[in-house]
């Protein structure tokens, strides 16, 4: 278990320095895109075209998002994505914000900057 948890922790220091660096560099790759960028850069050129719904899904691993999405589909749900995303269909990779809490990640999100703030700057 140790050994594990260290290897673990080397991984998560390794991530936390590409990270600080993507964001340091302010990257321009479209594949990810800052959370306080997804409503200008996804929704608003998807919603020109058709009515869309945004689900903010606060504090939930990327299994049980799987597993959620899966059962969405089978509902006749369509996941939609900019026309030139170079992801697979229906996926669109955001960062949160970092921290990644919600006072943090929403409000940037809702905002279209980073910053932090609760229901009333939202």
Same mark, same amino acid.
């Given at each position: 278990?140790? #050994? ?5 922790? @080397?991984?998560? @220091?390794?991530? +936390? ?52 999405? %899966? ?22 990779? #955001?960062? %949160? ?9 929403? +409000? ?15």
């Amino acid at each position: 278990l140790e #050994a594990t948890l260290r290897r673990r922790e @080397q991984g998560n @220091q390794q991530f +936390a320095g590409l990270l600080a660096e993507w964001l340091e560099t302010g990257s321009t790759n479209e594949s990810v895109r800052p959370i306080e960028r997804v409503l200008a850069s996804i929704v608003a050129p998807l919603a020109r075209e058709t009515p869309v719904l945004v689900l903010v899904l606060d504090g939930m691993g990327c299994a049980v998002f799987r597993e959620l999405a %899966a059962d969405i589909a089978r509902r006749g749900w369509t996941p939609l994505q900019p026309a030139d995303s170079t992801r697979g269909a229906g996926m669109t990779t #955001a960062l %949160a914000s970092v921290p990644s809490v919600t006072e943090w990640s929403r +409000a940037s999100l809702l905002t279209g900057r980073r910053t932090q703030g609760a229901q009333g700057l939202e």
